[in-house]
């Protein structure tokens, strides 16, 4: 959890029960614990409904409102000023003797990388929020893909009854026709509009009514069949019907629900117990082709808890998900350390999810990524921003360990470097390697033992940030150290011309708020820079270069020439150093030393980190080492250096110009704005390759758009997406590759980054 937790326990502490923190009792049995998340379109209710299950579970004292910005999932400043949910937090709340842990993810497209990251490792099932008064809307079939890429168990949640233009039937059809799937209905409401009252459960014909005047639907009214018969006779009547249609449908997706159906005979024999059983069956089945469904109205307060009781019912705990990496483990410790937060008392903690074995507080980890042993000092669990000390915390739960200080977000950590090692062995075993000499041989056998591959995209944007004053450096140093280690998809480094620290970073928004966490956390008013796409540079043509480099340090004399060639290899990818092979030359390399000879290629390579036109890398090329003369005693810095300058001096000579990076699009949207969309990215100098037609797999009245366009055309793009298209349009993009740019763009860009007309 961040630190604004605690900010909202300053400002409003009468939410906070300290007394239920400490009641809650962590699970132990792995059976009890699910760990979910909630998806949804923005705005269909998914920070209202979690503000709810946390007052319900007793966790906060009071709901919050998203228009009054103060609820506790939204808890990060930036997130609350734009009321949109950004990064990953994770909660964990008691139910019925359960403990769900829920883990929220990003919806922004800037943060694809952080949804993405960690797949299905953290979330075992989820709960899809639906707007009842709109159906299945654009994002909500982006989740739903990213839901089943993920094979993630999951149910429904139809939300906003109470809305004049709530309606089941017309939510669920919207279920059938755009996500392709059976919704079984679990769930009968009780009035409807502003009458809505509550809800009668199908399964066990248990009645839920809330009375509008209570606790803020803590207390409910619970009847049973009988009851229900009794007071609503109509209400009732209707449920069974209803009941006996979820009975039947659902037999289609178990045959032993069916079994049990023909042996029972009638359809309101058929035991609860039996029917309840039968409906976890097919959800935790991700691919059943059904979606057990519930609904409700989370800002009325109706159908909240049912929808928990769902969330234990239904949902898988840690036992029912198979994680094939676990076979490397067995009963050892394995876990993943999937967020780090920096902590102003307990200082850098890391949230670790623990598959296999016990996390001791007595001992010591061993981090696979890092290949090092390292100590920890407390392991606690984490009740929002409240952390209690624990001895152990088995598998299936969230724990928290503070102390650790090599590990990053990311990294799969076990309990010693003997069961790495045994678990590297299984892995390469399993694929059929043979033992190896390699370095990077070596890295890929600990790649298959790893829990998650660690691939970071290269960062698309820059910017350069500034503490105000040379007395704010220190603080704004540690601010970036600490957010590095939190966030692997931030990069930073020094501009070797200006001396300016550069930020890089997965889009606007990503920027923006490690700027804006900068000044709120670490209380550094920094400055940011103008918003620089990351462009590449490209050699078009082969040239050569043969320079001296000397410089007379003190009364000695550091010299190196070289003889270079470069060579544009198109699709290459980042820029190499070879050395020739040619007889003659080949002699003479020989008698240099390696460390030398490494210093030459450090220096060759650092030349093309910062191209001649506007300091980006240079890509695509071979650089080729055809003669190198070391002067007598000229040192390694200075060979280094000379390296670079003479690299400087040849790409001057060369014919170099500017690449851009080109997104791939994916664009979801209802049928009515695929012009509107197609046109704006042809603007953009984009393109749309491929579209679906109506009544595809993607669903009736919804259209898949994909394309490219360059990034420096998307600044903005999700929120302008947004407005045209009223909200009916969701963006996905990733980097797909560099292109070259025509003359004239080029000459825009360097203008625009420069300030200067060339
Ligand atoms: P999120 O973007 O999915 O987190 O959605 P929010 O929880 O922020 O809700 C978006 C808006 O819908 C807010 O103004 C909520 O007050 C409102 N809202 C949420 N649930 C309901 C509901 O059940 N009924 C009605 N009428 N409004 C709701």
């Known amino acids: 959890m961040r630190l604004k937790m605690f900010k909202i326990i300053k400002e409003y502490p009468h939410r906070f029960s300290i007394r239920t923190f400490f009641s809650s009792q962590i699970c132990c049995d792995s059976s009890k614990i699910r760990n979910i998340g909630i998806m949804a379109h923005i705005d269909a209710g998914k920070t209202t409904t979690t503000e709810r299950m946390l007052f319900y579970s007793g966790f906060i004292s009071r709901v919050g409102e998203v228009h009054t910005g103060d609820t506790v999932m939204d808890y990060m400043d930036q997130e609350r000023d734009r009321g949109i949910t950004i990064t990953s937090a994770a909660i964990t709340l008691p139910w019925h003797n359960h403990q769900i842990n829920l883990i929220d993810t990003p919806g922004h497209v800037d943060f694809t990388m952080e949804v993405e990251r960690y797949k299905n490792l953290l979330k075992d099932g989820g709960i899809l929020i639906l707007d009842g008064s709109a159906g299945v809307q654009a994002q909500t079939l982006t989740v739903w893909r990213q839901a089943n890429r993920n094979n993630i168990s999951r149910i429904a949640y139809i939300n906003k009854l109470d809305k004049p233009g709530g309606d089941v039937t017309r939510t669920l059809n919207s279920i059938k026709k755009r996500l392709n799937v059976k919704p079984l209905l679990t769930q009968m409401p009780l009035g409807r509009g502003k009458d809505l009252l509550g809800i009668i459960d199908l399964v066990d014909m248990t009645g839920f009514i809330w009375n509008k005047n209570s606790d803020q639907g803590k207390i409910f009214t619970k009847m049973d069949s009988n009851e229900l018969k009794n007071t609503m006779f109509n209400s009732w009547k209707e449920a069974l019907q209803l009941r006996e249609q979820l009975i039947e449908e659902s037999c289609d997706f178990d045959n032993q629900l069916a079994e049990e159906v023909i042996m029972a005979e009638r359809y309101d024999l058929v035991d609860a117990l039996n029917l309840r059983q039968g409906l ?105 921003d409240d952390f209690r000390d624990v001895n152990e915390i088995s598998a299936g739960n969230i724990a928290v360990v503070s102390g650790l200080k090599l590990s990053r977000t990311g990294d799969t950590i076990v309990s010693s470097q003997s069961v790495a090692k045994a678990a590297i062995k ?120 043969s320079e001296k480099f000397e410089r007379r340090i003190s009364d000695k004399i550091h010299s190196l020439q070289l003889s270079l060639m470069i060579h544009p290899v198109k699709g290459k990818g980042p820029s190499e150093v070879h050395w020739t092979t040619d007889h003659e030359a080949v002699l003479n390399f020989q008698k240099i030393k390696p460390p030398l000879k490494k210093a030459i290629e450090k220096g060759i390579l650092s030349g093309l980190e910062t191209g001649p036109l506007l300091g980006y890398p240079v890509m695509d090329a071979i650089i080729l080492i055809n003669d190198a003369q070391i002067g007598r005693g000229t040192s390694i810095p200075m060979i280094s250096g000379g390296a670079t300058f003479i690299t400087k001096s040849l790409l001057r000579n060369t014919d170099v110009r500017l690449a851009e990076p080109m997104m791939d699009l994916e664009i979801i949207c209802e049928d009515d704005v695929v012009e509107t969309v197609q046109q704006d990215v042809t603007r953009r100098r984009g393109e749309i390759d491929y579209s679906t037609a109506r009544q595809t797999s993607e669903g009736e009245g919804i259209s898949l758009l994909k394309g490219s366009a360059p990034l420096a055309e998307l600044r903005g793009y999700s929120s302008h997406l947004r407005i045209i298209s009223s909200g009916k349009a969701n963006l996905s993009m990733e980097v797909s590759h560099y292109q070259l740019m025509s003359e004239h763009d080029q000459t825009a860009a360097i203008e625009e980054v420069t300030g200067f007309a060339q």
């Open 280 to 384: 976890r069956r097919i959800a935790l089945n991700p691919s059943s082709g059904a979606l057990v469904t519930c609904l409700g109205s989370s800002y009325k307060n109706i159908g909240v808890q049912p929808l928990m009781n769902a969330v234990i019912q239904y949902l898988p705990s840690p036992l029912d998900v198979s994680y094939p990496f676990l076979r490397f483990y067995g009963s050892n410790f394995c876990g993943l350390v999937f967020k780090i937060v920096h902590h102003p008392q307990k200082g850098v903690l890391s949230f670790v999810r623990v598959y296999s074995g016990t996390l001791s507080s007595n001992s010591a980890i061993f981090n696979i990524n890092k290949q090092q042993t390292e100590k920890f000092s407390k392991l606690m669990i984490a009740f929002a």
């Open 426 to 545: 299984a892995a390469s075993v399993d694929n059929d390697k043979s033992p190896v000499n390699d370095d990077d041989e070596a890295d890929d056998e600990i790649n298959e033992a790893i829990l998650t591959t660690p691939f970071i995209p290269e960062p698309v944007f820059f910017c350069s940030i500034e503490p105000p004053s040379i007395a704010a450096q220190k603080q704004f140093d540690i601010a970036l150290e600490c957010l590095s280690r939190e966030d692997p998809s931030l990069r930073i480094r020094q501009d070797p011309e200006t001396g300016q620290c550069v930020l890089g970073g997965m889009g606007e928004l990503h920027l923006e708020i490690i700027a804006d966490r900068i000044r709120t956390e670490w209380k550094v008013d920094v400055e940011l820079g103008k918003l620089q796409v990351a462009y590449r540079e490209i050699p078009c043509s082969e040239s050569k270069l």
